[in-house]
């Protein structure tokens, strides 16, 4: 059996954050390989946001250079040649490894998916509602929308004989452990049902056309469509499948809600997205002053599909509905656009609402949650006309 971290320069420890200096080794200088240019990124410590201005040049899916990162440690740089992926457990009949060329010789799928991290527009607790939550301070930027290739999950775990008794499955990703508070909580992982790794997960090891960046899970990643971020395991180096359900630090201590209203141990563990929409536009965006200006956005929701949006230049006093632009299939998102009439001269705050396949249409508020998951409400986006 191959060692855990066979063929991983793992990049935590004292490295991390210095530049390059191994001579022929795969060093990268800090938490993320990509460059950070700041126009497009807000840099978060080891993650980092897309700026929504930064979208509006773009089409559909996020280019690979501009999607957002979270990192819980550090990218670790992996030789796909001695990648291997372990599928082991009570649930599976024929334990076993499966390599990166025989994972790509399997019959893939394609899918536009986005992967949106649960405390995307988290700061909002505090800056809109006055209660600051635990966490890295998100705007909306924690979202990005690819086209991922890869072989369902569903093809690699009958090829381990999946048992029918098999109730949940576990993806660990091969990245530094998370230590949090002083405890070492060993790799990033979480538990997923097996309904949902046998609906629509992938494997993926392509990203809008190319290998998977290291920074989202070269050489495989897990991606769970609707599903909060966490649940898209990159950088998988095994997969545990069990006939008991399975628990991590990501599925007990994070990833539920905690809090006024909630009990001791926290909610259920989390799973799909709500509704958000967001402007294509800078945070505090310079607006010419008469004339007609046009506004667009993006609007998704891990329920499905978006049905309508509408847009409020006056505070939320009148609504209008604005042209949806693309036939999402409800795993990704849908642009939007609408028209801004005479803007006059001053800060105003715009509003976008969506209202997804379900009815549920983004509230004016999202009760309170420790850690700030799954903001929803209607964000007040200002801008300044001049
Ligand atoms: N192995 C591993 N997988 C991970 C993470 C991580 O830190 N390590 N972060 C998760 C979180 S919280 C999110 S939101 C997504 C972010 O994916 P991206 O960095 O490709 O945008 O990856 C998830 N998968
Ligand atoms: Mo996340």
């Not at 559909?60 to 001695?82: G, M, Q, S």
């Amino acid at each position: 059996m191959v060692p855990a971290l066979g063929g991983l320069a793992v990049l935590g420890g004292p490295l991390a954050g210095r530049a390059a200096a191994v001579s022929g080794g795969r060093v990268a200088a800090g938490p993320i390989v990509k460059p950070l240019p700041p126009e497009v990124f807000i840099s978060h410590g080891t993650n980092a946001e897309t700026r929504w201005e930064a979208l509006r040049e773009v089409g559909f899916r996020v280019p690979n250079e501009r999607f957002f990162v979270r990192n819980h440690t550090a990218t670790p740089l992996i030789d796909a040649a001695t990648w291997r992926l372990r599928v082991h457990g009570s649930g599976v009949r024929r334990p076993g490894e499966f390599g990166y060329a025989e994972l790509r010789s399997m019959p893939s799928v394609s899918l536009d998916a986005a992967i949106e991290c649960a405390g995307n527009g988290r700061s909002f607790y505090g800056t809109q509602q006055g209660q600051q939550a635990e966490g890295t301070p998100w705007r909306l930027g924690g979202i990005g929308v690819a086209r991922w290739r890869g072989v369902p999950l569903g093809a690699v775990l009958r090829r381990a004989g999946l048992s029918g008794r098999a109730v949940e499955i576990m993806p660990s990703g091969l990245d530094a452990d998370f230590v949090s508070g002083g405890q070492n909580l060993g790799h990033v992982r979480r538990p997923l049902p097996i309904a949902k790794a046998l609906d629509d997960v992938l494997l993926a090891y392509e990203m809008n056309g190319e290998p998977l960046p290291p920074d989202h899970g070269f050489p495989v990643r897990v991606v769970v469509p609707s599903w909060i971020g966490i649940a898209s395991i990159k950088w998988v180096g095994d997969i545990e499948v069990s006939a008991e359900p399975l628990v991590s630090p990501w599925n007990t201590q994070f990833y539920r809600f905690f809090g006024p209203g909630y009990p001791p141990e926290g909610s259920e563990p989390l799973a799909t997205q709500v509704t958000k929409s967001a402007f294509e536009l800078a945070w505090e965006q310079a607006v010419p002053a008469g004339g007609t200006y046009t506004l667009r956005g993006r609007s998704w929701s891990g329920r499905g599909r978006i049905t309508r949006v509408e847009v409020s230049t006056d505070g939320g006093a009148r609504w209008r509905p604005a042209r949806l632009l693309d036939d999402d299939r409800g795993t990704a998102w849908t642009r939007w656009r609408t028209t801004w009439a005479e803007p006059r001269p001053g800060r105003h705050e715009l509003l976008a609402r969506a209202t997804d396949e379900t009815g549920a249409v983004q509230p004016a508020r999202t009760p309170f949650n420790t850690f700030g998951y799954l903001f929803g409400a209607v964000v007040a986006h200002p801008v300044r006309v001049a």
